[in-house]
């Protein structure tokens, strides 16, 4: 008899938070959050989430937006951050 593969999932990347509860734990608004998550209009979102429907954040995520907030961006984040803010 085979035994099965078991997929090793990283669970620093399973969908795990809301939106809410990332606003709360990072201190930050939740529009913000949801707009870094989901983008707005043209601006693409900032960070890829594991899941849109509903917008659920991974630990991973989290952490994304924990170096976002403190402004600490890297080269490729500060162009897009400029043209959506126009």
């Known amino acids: ?16 938070y809301t939106i809410a509860e990332a606003a709360h734990y990072l201190d930050l608004p939740v529009p913000t959050i949801r707009y870094w998550a989901t983008g707005r209009g043209a601006c693409e ?5 594991p899941a849109r429907h509903p917008v659920l954040l991974s630990f991973l995520n989290l952490a994304e937006l ?3 907030a403190t402004d600490t961006w890297s080269a490729s984040v500060k ?6 803010a126009r």
Do not use: K
Not at 9 to 16: L, N
Not at 45 to 49: K, Q, R
């Open 1 to 16: 008899m085979r035994r099965r593969r078991r997929e090793v999932v990283d669970p620093r990347r399973q969908p795990a």
């Open 45 to 49: 979102a900032l960070i890829d989430v």
């Open 66 to 68: 924990h170096v976002l």
């Open 79 to 84: 162009p897009a951050r400029r043209s959506c």
